[in-house]
């Protein structure tokens, strides 16, 4: 049975549309009128100066953390978002491009159909989402831009040519959107096309575009500057405007962005700022007007209290040779409340282990954003659009338990034992040290012991329990308890940090200190005193 990618109607209530709305597929009324996309000159850099009225799309938003909701775009919105594209990479009527993407979403349909059409350039229909389709005919498509969300380019260079294609030699450019782009996927794609790749920024109720990267002002990392006549502001969680380099909900206004949604009508009273659309995306803006995404509000891990991004944890993964892809999500912690866990997919001929991968990671990340839970699969699971499905991923890893255990043991040695080692050395400003001999042994006072405290929590982004060194004093120990990850409780790690004083406030007295020390090193008073000034005597 064949499929339509989109219906063109002229009445939104007939029967064919309210069942194509059922079925997720796109509806379409009659295209734009020729005074509704006013160029300023003929081809290149056609921009809409007015903004026409009347619904042009009904669309269903993507639902990547909730439900879809139905979304009006109204002429307006798409002569909007088309010329922002349009002048954002400098497209004309010696442009080609193909449909990479589906049709039925809201990239595929303004960014690879319409923009490129009302800039009189030349679109080639092939199957979407289907990198072997690519290659198969790309001697007929012959792109000068290719716009397409990262999974898809990650599949385009899995199926790639070894040797470049002589057919991409008018490739200009490469477009990514919809989805965070992985810095080493940028560079892979870089490298293999030979043309810049400019991250763009979008979604279903702006009609896609909101801003983009130009191929004049291209910097890794950021979505570029907001199209014309379009405005963005960081909001805290409060509601309150923050000013420029400030992280916050980034919200926006402008011609492209829907008046509400269609359904659910609830939806609009948390959607909006007053006059500002609330995107769901964390990010700043410098203050050279380059915005910079961070993540989704709703994607966020809360790790003891420490609120971390999946984004930052998966471009680390997707560095590794062996990872194909890579996505973070949250494990139920019984004291935590949140633990970090990915699932990956592995390149064709390539291996990895869980504990290989944490040590990657761990070598590269904070101890806090490190995934103490690692799952493998053949792929991940997709949207319609081909972005990954979080949602997916996070119900149905919930409630498994890893096929491939952590070898704590392997990290310690070869991950913390080391940086662990190293900090008892600088402290105790000895020239090496042994990894079996105790702390206080090895000259260590209790001001070194809260001295190498403050150290590891902030150089390994771990909080230590009191009694953490009397339980652990060894190298050895403690870089065998940082590698465990254990839980809260006695001489482990907390979820809640435990405030260091500084140096000027400790107490100059060896016994006063000690006491402080000890009042940190043991929450029971009489077995705490005792023990912690038996070990605590001054050396």
């Given at each position: 049975?064949?499929?339509?990618?989109?219906?063109?109607?002229?009445?939104?209530?007939?029967?064919?549309?309210?069942?194509?709305?059922?079925?997720?597929?796109?509806?379409?009324?009659?295209?734009?009128?020729?005074?509704?996309?006013?160029?300023?000159?003929?081809?290149?850099?056609?921009?809409?100066?007015?903004?026409?009225?009347?619904?042009?799309?009904?669309?269903?938003?993507?639902?990547?953390?909730?439900?879809?909701?139905?979304?009006?775009?109204?002429?307006?919105?798409?002569?909007?978002?088309?010329?922002?594209?349009?002048?954002?990479?400098?497209?004309?009527?010696?442009?080609?491009?193909?449909?990479?993407?589906?049709?039925?979403?809201?990239?595929?349909?303004?960014?690879?159909?319409?923009?490129?059409?009302?800039?009189?350039?030349?679109?080639?229909?092939?199957?979407?989402?289907?990198?072997?389709?690519?290659?198969?005919?790309?001697?007929?498509?012959?792109?000068?831009?290719?716009?397409?969300?990262?999974?898809?380019?990650?599949?385009?260079?899995?199926?790639?040519?070894?040797?470049?294609?002589?057919?991409?030699?008018?490739?200009?450019?490469?477009?990514?959107?919809?989805?965070?782009?992985?810095?080493?996927?940028?560079?892979?794609?870089?490298?293999?096309?030979?043309?810049?790749?400019?991250?763009?920024?979008?979604?279903?109720e702006t009609c896609h575009q909101i801003a983009s990267g130009r191929p004049a002002e291209n910097i890794p990392g950021s979505v570029g500057r907001p199209s014309r006549e379009t405005f963005i502001a960081v909001f805290n969680a409060d509601g309150g405007e923050q000013p420029s380099e400030t992280t916050g909900e980034l919200c926006v206004r402008g011609p492209s962005v829907i008046r509400g949604f269609v359904w659910p009508r609830e939806a609009n009273a948390d959607a909006f700022h007053g006059s500002w659309f609330r995107t769901g995306d964390l990010g700043r803006v410098d203050a050279q007007g380059m915005i910079w995404i961070t993540g989704r509000i709703k994607e966020q891990i809360n790790r003891g209290g420490e609120t971390l991004s999946p984004v930052e944890i998966e471009d680390v993964l997707l560095a590794h040779p062996a990872i194909a892809e890579a996505a973070v999500f949250p494990l139920p912690h019984p004291d935590l409340g949140d633990e970090v866990a990915a699932v990956c997919a592995l390149r064709p001929g390539q291996s990895a282990d869980a504990t290989a991968l944490i040590g990657f990671a761990a070598e590269r990340l904070p101890f806090a954003q490190v995934p103490k839970t690692i799952f493998f699969a053949d792929a991940l699971p997709r949207q319609a659009s081909g972005k990954v499905s979080r949602a997916a991923i996070a119900a149905a890893y919930r409630d498994q338990v890893p096929a491939t255990p952590v070898a704590a043991p392997a990290l310690s040695d070869t991950i913390w034992r080391p940086r662990v080692r190293e900090a008892f050395a600088d402290i105790l400003r000895l020239p090496a040290v042994d990894d079996h001999t105790a702390f206080f042994t090895l000259g260590g006072t209790s001001l070194h012991a809260l001295r190498l405290v403050a150290r590891l929590e902030a150089g390994f982004g771990v909080h230590l329990a009191p009694a953490a060194l009397l339980i652990h004093p060894t190298v050895a120990d403690l870089a065998g308890a940082i590698a465990s990850g254990l839980g809260r409780g006695e001489g482990r790690f907390e979820a809640t940090a435990v405030g260091v004083p500084p140096e000027d406030a400790i107490p100059a007295s060896q016994v006063v200190t000690a006491i402080h020390l000890a009042e940190r090193l043991h929450p029971h008073p009489l077995r705490g005193w005792s023990l912690a000034l038996m070990r605590l005597h001054d050396r």
């Open positions: 049975m064949i499929r339509p990618a989109l219906i063109v109607t002229d009445r939104l209530d007939s029967d064919i549309a309210r069942a194509g709305h059922a079925e997720g597929i796109a509806l379409a009324l009659p295209g734009l009128e020729a005074g509704d996309l006013q160029a300023e000159s003929a081809g290149r850099g056609a921009v809409a100066e007015t903004w026409p009225t009347g619904t042009a799309l009904l669309m269903r938003t993507t639902g990547t953390t909730g439900e879809p909701k139905l979304v009006a775009l109204s002429r307006g919105n798409l002569a909007a978002s088309i010329a922002g594209i349009v002048e954002a990479l400098d497209i004309g009527p010696e442009d080609r491009t193909a449909t990479l993407m589906p049709l039925s979403h809201i990239h595929g349909l303004v960014a690879t159909l319409h923009a490129p059409i009302a800039a009189g350039a030349t679109v080639v229909a092939i199957p979407p989402r289907d990198s072997g389709a690519f290659w198969r005919h790309l001697d007929e498509v012959r792109p000068t831009w290719l716009s397409l969300v990262p999974t898809l380019l990650r599949d385009l260079l899995e199926t790639a040519p070894a040797k470049r294609p002589e057919s991409l030699s008018g490739l200009r450019l490469l477009r990514t959107s919809s989805a965070a782009l992985p810095f080493a996927l940028r560079c892979r794609a870089e490298d293999y096309f030979g043309v810049p790749l400019i991250e763009a920024y979008g979604m279903t």
